[in-house]
């Protein structure tokens, strides 16, 4: 019945928001493809809430959703890549329990690539607080130094202050 009502012509953006909700709760097998038929093909500027409905169920088959999300141009804005990195990195920890590392190697990658290109500090500490959860062997990730001068390099004051942040996340001083 959900997904007939998400489906349905009289159903409102809200109303699909509700029950997407309602299906990753239910972990119902479909709600990875309807959360893209809303980031994708129907955006409305609803794309937080449905980061956080699909953040209810991290299911790691968004995985490759999340991280074409995430590298959309024009970007995201801030308050949407954090909602993204952080549901990333549940998703990176929950295809690691399961034992499917071809997708936590792909949140991690996603993950790893916002550094040289994000200026927002927030995002920043969304993006390494989702490593440090989604990473107990900080040694799977890009070399550690060089993804630091990446961000170091990245200039301004939300720059340097997010550098510390990360280089401390990733000494696992997470605050």
């Known amino acids: 019945l959900l997904q007939d009502a998400f489906r349905s012509r009289e159903a409102t953006n809200d109303d699909r928001l509700l029950i997407l909700s309602s299906l990753a709760r239910l972990r119902d097998e479909q709600t990875i493809e309807m959360a893209e038929r809303l980031l ?3 955006p409305h500027g609803d794309e937080a809430e449905v980061l956080a409905a699909l ?3 991290p299911d790691p088959a968004g995985i490759g959703m999340v991280a074409d999300f995430v590298e959309r141009e024009p970007p995201p804005d801030a308050k949407e ?4 990195c952080r549901l990333l990195g549940e998703m990176a ?3 690691e329990v399961s ?3 071809r997708q936590t190697d792909r949140a991690l990658r996603a993950l790893q690539r916002l550094f040289p290109k994000t200026l927002a ?3 920043y500490a969304a993006a390494a607080e989702a490593l440090a959860k989604a990473v107990d062997d900080i040694a799977l990730l890009e070399p550690p130094v060089a ?3 990446r961000v170091e390099h990245a200039g301004g004051f939300a720059g340097r202050k997010a550098a510390g942040h990360v280089r401390a996340d990733l ?3 997470v605050r």
């Open 121 to 123: 500090g927030e995002v």
């Open 55 to 57: 953040a209810l169920h």
């Open 99 to 101: 034992g499917d590392r």
């Open 147 to 149: 993804m630091l001068k």
């Open 171 to 173: 000494r696992g001083d």
């Open 93 to 95: 920890a929950a295809a």
């Open 40 to 42: 994708t093909r129907e």
């Open 81 to 84: 890549m954090v909602a993204a």
